[in-house]
């Protein structure tokens, strides 16, 4: 098992060839997603006012520490009001929730504690002084980072973009990635079937939908021939991508072109075959500034196994991305798990449910690398170490939820 | 506390008066995300034919029950092959992965464990019969259902409707969702402030995270000022969306005007109030053909909580998702909880992260209502039941993942 590059060094290589790409400036109904790429600050005070919590009376809290207390209402503020009341011993202001404290109120008093009559108010409970009043800046202080750089926007960050009046932002942009099947045998679909020996395609859409998953921007530039001219002079386009993905002709096969011609295209090759199964045959370089070619393996399920794995975290830390792997959490195995071969780590498709405050897993009878079935007919990888041959029913084990 | 609806009622009330939106067709490439609004069945037996799991040797397995054995190399199979050659006693082919095996040979010798010899292979290790051979139809039969009817369509899924052949599937049509706040003191983004009093918006911009968070699409109809008549004509456009949701106007308030008016505009209410801390001030209705009418409370948290709460599971069931709340899972409580009115179920704004096989959950020291920081610098609710007062460093809380 030499030669075999295991899946931490594998994935180090990978990040450390990552750089988050350069900024770009958008709208906050586009911004979800995306990573900023500069601190936000509050444009003031928030609160920028003290303010009511509450419908009810703002008061002298001095008038109302002994209950029932009779105030003369001489007044109203109601939110976004322009008025301008003093209250002053004996007197106190209708207040609706938002709106300013008049000058002299220090407590606003709940409206279901009061009593009106004939223009004055009858509180009949006190409250410590301050009480329902919002203090200005006891949320936000003006220039304080309200969202650092770095972080995702989720949509509380889209409102809190809009109250500091942030219209437009900086995020991290998106990668583009090439999507290049190969293979003689590969159908496009839609495409006829002239000989029976042909494959339907389904590569390059399984990866258009990984590249949206981790939030790239994917171009599906469809299936190339066996044919070593061709497929060199179609693979010429890498440098129009950040990221290039090929699926099929990285194996040990005579007609697994690709991983012969990357080195005639400039592409600096970093390791080739993974100690993981499936997804065995990967072949990473990099090319130009910073950008990455994966060559993944041509089975359906290792393809898609080899970019959740190593594809996805490249795609997400390209954005600025601090969290940039998929879930992992700890599960109890429902039944046992045996294999005859432990020299690679396994990512064993199943089935992982949250119950009774843990999470289980079932893995998914069928495990062969070319039945899309069992990516189809599950939500998680389950992993099976190196050298472990066997995994007990009851036992916690490792899962990638996706 | 008479008059507040329970959480659980006022859910199984909103969901009672979800039905899935009619289909649409879309091409693969748009389906992501989606929900499959009919069964896709497969084109074909998959595989099509027997074919070679290994890049290797076809042979008859009689042959090489003794190895070493010494075959005839009579031809070869690359994938996608139109050759016609016959294996018989004493011949092999050479065979690429994916290629159909040839007649007359039942088993595969992987190019490992064999060496050629001027026109001949020598095997020299025996395999099962059958070895290394993917049967035609051992994942799936023609006909066969490979993706239900109701199931979310993952990158997983996109690459099995290309593999059956099918660029366009029928799913369930998004909701069209209106939003619209109220208030005479909010200033929308990036408007000019004229008075001290104002406020700048965020729950439209929260709200139409929100909304395409769910996966919905999200129409901003920006700010309504507090006017009985201006709001309803305003509001008069709740036709023209499958959902409709306000923020304010619908708490205790004498300018509360949206509570005032949903009856004028035919909306059949089915419950204000909810038991639920904060978010208490919520108004449901239905209106028209299966539409719904959120009107939420204008304080930012109580109306992000309102919608992750009430209206991210009824945007999901309009597009068919089987699950539709947000993620559930038990957390390990670090730090002790208190409060002093346990009337109503409480979501405490909290950062929950997993470490050694569980969850563990600290709440956000600040959870006022109009604190969107609040949101910004957590990632999940703690969910606090009615009459508990007190949760316990190390005791097991329910979280709510978003």
Same mark, same amino acid.
């Given at each position: ?8 060094? $594998? ?15 958008? /709208? ?24 009511? $919590? ?23 503020? $109601? ?41 004055? @108010? ?10 329902? @009043? ?7 202080? %003006?220039?304080?980072? @309200?969202?650092? +750089? ?81 497929? %060199? ?10 990221? !290039? ?11 697994? =072109? ?12 970093? !390791? ?11 072949? /990473? ?30 795609? +997400? ?7 940039? /792997? ?13 294999? +005859? ?12 449910? !949250? ?25 998680? =990888? ?9 995994? +007990? ?8 939820? !996706?």
């Amino acid at each position: 098992m030499k030669n075999l590059t295991p899946l931490e060094e $594998a994935l180090k290589i990978v990040l450390e060839n990552v750089k988050p790409l350069e900024s770009e400036r958008v /709208f906050i109904h586009e911004a979800l997603g995306r990573v900023l790429a500069e601190d936000v600050v509050s444009d003031t005070d928030k609160p920028l006012f003290d303010n009511s $919590a509450m419908d009810g009376y703002a008061v002298r809290w001095e008038d109302i520490k002994e209950v029932p207390a009779k105030l003369k209402v001489i007044g109203e503020y $109601a939110a976004g009001t322009g008025e301008n009341l003093k209250v002053e011993k004996g007197t106190a202001v209708k207040i609706f929730t938002g709106a300013p404290i008049p000058e002299g109120a220090d407590t606003v008093v709940p409206v279901e504690y009061t009593e009106t009559q004939d223009g004055y @108010v009858i509180v009949k409970k006190s409250f410590k002084q301050g009480a329902n @009043v919002r203090r200005r800046g006891e949320d936000v202080k %003006k220039g304080e980072v @309200v969202i650092p +750089k770095g972080k995702e926007i989720r949509p509380y960050e889209m409102g809190m973009l809009a109250s500091v009046n942030r219209a437009v932002v900086s995020v991290y942009r998106k990668p583009h990635v090439g999507i290049l099947s190969t293979g003689d045998e590969i159908l496009d679909v839609c495409e006829e079937q002239t000989k029976p020996s042909q494959i339907r395609t389904s590569n390059n859409y399984t990866v258009y939908g990984q590249v949206l998953q981790a939030g790239g921007i994917p171009h599906n530039l469809g299936i190339a021939p066996d044919e070593p001219q061709k497929l %060199k002079e179609i693979m010429r386009s890498i440098h129009k991508y950040d990221i !290039f993905i090929t699926t099929g002709g990285v194996s040990m096969g005579e007609k697994d =072109y690709v991983q012969y011609l990357v080195e005639d295209l400039g592409i600096d090759v970093k !390791f080739h075959k993974l100690r993981i199964k499936p997804a065995k045959p990967v072949l /990473f370089g990099v090319y130009g500034e910073n950008k990455l070619f994966f060559g993944l393996p041509g089975n359906p399920v290792s393809a898609a196994v080899a970019f959740d794995l190593l594809v996805y975290p490249a795609i +997400k830390a390209m954005q600025g991305h601090r969290e940039v /792997f998929k879930q992992k959490v700890t599960a109890i195995l429902e039944g046992d798990y045996r294999r +005859k071969n432990a020299d690679r780590r396994e990512f064993a498709r199943c089935r992982v449910w !949250f119950e009774n405050g843990r999470y289980h897993c079932e893995p998914y009878p069928k495990q062969d690398s070319h039945m899309l079935t069992s990516l189809v007919n599950s939500n998680a =990888y389950m992993v099976v170490y190196e050298g472990v041959n066997e995994l +007990k029913k009851g036992q916690e084990v490792e899962v990638i939820l !996706f």
